[in-house]
T-cell receptor, first 114, second 115 residues
């Protein structure tokens, strides 16, 4: 079942611009993760933010989490053509141990034009 | 460290035929996942293993899909007989030992086309 809903579904920007993607979810979470998937490749983990965190940075990535609104945003600053990919959010349920599930959104397709 | 290995990368079969996909996770990763990803959608969990035991197979179509991880290392996912709607990318992922759901490491996927 899909929990996360990414917004927008598709985004096209010019190189150097910032790209913002949003993810909304329905149930309480333990953490929220963002992954990137280049065309025809597997998914690559970008960043994990825990439910008690509000903001996290990693290089050109900035992730925010608002648990009251059940939403997260991923900001990519100074985008590059190599950032062209699909971006997925995945939420981890609060269930303990190995039963903690990851539920995936449908993804945002980002195109960065040179 | 070596990543998650999957094979074959591409497979084309006719409906009602069978197919098998293989996955070798990162060494030491006790948790292994098989996902199905249909074009334009997010990954859908088919089965999760913890060592060689099944943790979650609630979304595995058990009448045609089967998976095993006999020695708690590599795993095989089989589809028999295949249907047109099984056309998808089958992704294998693994996770480090420990509680919780941290980072998953994915293989490159096996793309299945059913004609």
């Amino acid at each position: 079942s899909q929990q996360g809903e990414e917004d927008p579904q598709a985004l096209s920007i010019q190189e150097g611009e910032n790209a913002t993607m949003n993810c909304s979810y329905k149930t309480s979470i333990n953490n929220l993760q963002w992954y990137r998937q280049n065309s025809g490749r597997g998914l690559v983990h970008l960043i994990l933010i825990r439910s008690n965190e509000r903001e996290k940075h990693s290089g050109r990535l900035r992730v925010t989490l608002d648990t009251s609104k059940k939403s997260s945003s991923l900001l990519i600053t100074a985008s590059r053509a190599a950032d062209t990919a699909s971006y997925f959010c995945a939420t981890a349920s609060p269930n303990a141990g190995n039963n903690r599930k990851l539920i995936w959104g449908l993804g945002t397709s980002l195109a960065v034009n040179p | 460290e070596a990543g998650v290995a999957q094979s074959p990368r591409y497979k084309i079969i006719e409906k009602r035929q069978s197919v098998a996909f293989w996955c070798n996770p990162i060494s030491g990763h006790a948790t292994l996942y098989w996902y199905q990803q249909i074009l334009g959608q997010g990954p859908k969990l088919l089965i999760q293993f913890q060592n060689n035991g099944v943790v979650d197979d609630s979304q595995l179509p058990k009448d045609r899909f089967s998976a095993e991880r006999l020695k708690g290392v590599d795993s095989t996912l089989k589809i028999q007989p295949a249907k047109l709607e099984d056309s998808a990318v089958y992704l294998c992922a693994s996770r480090r030992p420990g509680l919780g759901t941290g980072e998953l490491f994915f293989g490159e996927g096996s793309r299945l086309t059913v004609l």
